[in-house]
């Protein structure tokens, strides 16, 4: 009998999500309720992804931006978020630094092949770049104010050649080393 409801997130996730996350047993269980509230199907799909970003990004293109978030969430590759993969990803990008620049590697290896090339890094550039709203395009530096200009900046700081690759270790000591490269991995709407 017992008192297992229905609805609630099953003992081995949860198990295994206190393990790996920072999150007490309550914490995970009201995320579950809001995750059941929101996506009553239990997955997320790109397409109601692509929608939360907007939300965020109201005056800028994020759907290019959202695709290689999800992309990076979806560690199972079955084209949808699982409660399991959206906790993982939550705690990912709320941890500490070290934490999320292993997620941002991630987001920056675009072909999932355990290295970074300078094609991939101004592929995700252009897809921040469409974040920044016009007005705040025409403040940026002059060595950055292009997709282009800020991938090149970028892909300097880790003094790797045109065809070179980048590893997980390189890119989070590269990024750690320069607060230059940690603001030009990311886009933060309040700067």
Same mark, same amino acid.
């Given at each position: 009998?017992?008192?297992?409801?229905?609805?609630?997130?099953?003992?081995?996730?949860?198990?295994?999500?206190?393990?790996?996350?920072?999150?007490?047993?309550? @914490?995970?269980?009201?995320? +579950?309720?809001?995750?059941?509230?929101?996506?009553?199907?239990? =997955?997320?799909?790109?397409? @109601?992804?692509?929608?939360? +970003?907007? =939300?965020?990004?109201?005056?800028?293109?994020?759907?290019? +931006?959202?695709?290689?978030?999800?992309?990076?969430?979806?560690?199972?590759?079955?084209?949808?978020?699982?409660?399991?993969?959206?906790?993982?990803?939550?705690?990912?990008?709320?941890?500490?630094?070290?934490?999320?620049?292993?997620?941002?590697?991630?987001?920056?290896?675009?072909?999932?092949?355990? +290295?970074?090339?300078?094609?991939?890094?101004?592929?995700?550039?252009? !897809?921040?770049?469409?974040?920044?709203?016009?007005?705040?395009?025409?403040?940026?530096?002059?060595?950055?104010?292009?997709?282009?200009? =800020? !991938?090149?900046?970028?892909?300097?700081?880790?003094?790797?050649?045109?065809?070179?690759?980048?590893?997980?270790? @390189?890119?989070?000591?590269?990024?750690?080393?320069?607060?230059? !490269?940690?603001?030009?991995?990311?886009?933060?709407?309040?700067?």
């Amino acid at each position: 009998m017992g008192n297992a409801k229905s609805g609630a997130v099953s003992k081995e996730i949860l198990e295994e999500l206190k393990l790996n996350t920072k999150f007490t047993e309550d @914490e995970l269980c009201q995320w +579950y309720e809001n995750f059941q509230k929101q996506c009553p199907t239990g =997955r997320i799909s790109l397409e @109601e992804f692509e929608k939360i +970003y907007e =939300r965020f990004f109201p005056n800028s293109d994020a759907k290019t +931006y959202a695709q290689h978030v999800f992309r990076s969430f979806d560690t199972n590759d079955d084209g949808t978020l699982d409660f399991k993969e959206y906790i993982i990803a939550l705690h990912m990008t709320s941890s500490k630094t070290e934490l999320k620049l292993e997620w941002a590697f991630s987001l920056y290896d675009v072909d999932k092949d355990g +290295y970074i090339t300078k094609s991939e890094v101004k592929e995700i550039c252009q !897809a921040i770049f469409r974040m920044i709203p016009k007005d705040k395009q025409e403040l940026l530096p002059t060595d950055e104010n292009t997709p282009d200009k =800020r !991938a090149e900046k970028l892909w300097s700081y880790f003094k790797k050649g045109d065809n070179e690759k980048l590893a997980e270790g @390189e890119f989070i000591k590269g990024v750690t080393e320069n607060e230059d !490269a940690l603001r030009l991995i990311q886009y933060d709407p309040q700067n």
